[in-house]
Structures are given as C-alpha cells and as structure tokens.
C-alpha cells in the first residue's frame, strides 16, 4: 500500500515537468513589413517555401540592432483577394505566439480567378524563445 502511494504521488507530480508555460506575460511589439522592406535573405527563404503553407522565423543581424522577422504563408489560394490579421502577439514565459487569420475576398471586392500566395512578415525585436504559431 506504501509503495502504491508513492508510484502514484511520483507519477502525479511528475506530470508538470517540461511543460511550456502558456499564460501570457505581455504583448510583443511588431509591425507588418512592406515586401520592398524584407531583407534579400529572408525574401530568397519565402521564394524557396514557394506556394505551400510557410512558418519561417529568420534573425536579421546586420544592422545596430537584431531584428526577428516572423513570416506566416497559407499556401495556394485560387483566386485574387486574400488578405491576413494578425490576431495576436505576445509573449508568455517560454513562447512567442502569433496568432493569425486568412480572411477571404470581401463580398464587394472584385476577384480574379488567378492563384495567389498569400503571405506576411512580421518584425519585432529578437528573441530566443520559441515561436508558436496558431
């Protein structure tokens, strides 16, 4: 009985070991880079990744400062129109997330039945800590 007590007192405070702290500590400051502004690395990167889905993180160090640039691509789309929201950006104690939304052509808008590859880069001061990307 002794021991069962232990194994199970083991196994339950052995489940909060490892795990990423997801309670959010702050929002993260960034804006939305213009295409002409991406660095010529970064842009050969999204070139490669192409028309799939895209997550790339890449570090800019060649300025005074060190910049993170956060790219978030949705891959083919089938026609003109498409746009992304950035629905969130803040830090927790482990994690960056970045929370983003594909939204369709407006109702209104005239669309174009062209592919398209929807993508954006985000900006914001380096981290080390992991990015998740919902």
């Known amino acids: 009985m002794f021991l069962t007590?232990?194994?199970?007192?083991t196994l339950l405070s052995g489940c909060s070991f490892g795990t990423i702290e997801e309670q959010k500590t702050g929002d993260v400051t960034y804006?939305?880079?213009?295409k002409e502004e991406i660095p010529e690395q970064l842009k050969e990167e999204i070139k490669e990744a192409g028309k799939k889905e895209m997550w790339i993180s890449y570090a800019d160090t060649g300025k005074e400062e060190t910049y993170l640039?956060?790219?978030r691509g949705y891959g083919t789309q089938q026609t003109t129109g498409y746009s992304i929201e950035v629905n969130a950006c803040y830090e927790t104690v482990d994690t960056v997330v970045i929370r983003t939304t594909l939204q369709g052509p407006e109702k209104k808008e005239k669309i174009h039945k062209k592919k398209t590859y929807p993508y954006i880069v985000i900006k914001m001061p380096y981290t080390e800590k992991q990015i998740i990307y919902e």
């Open 31 to 34: 804006e939305i880079v213009k």
């Open 69 to 71: 640039y956060v790219v």
């Open 5 to 9: 007590v232990i194994a199970v007192t």
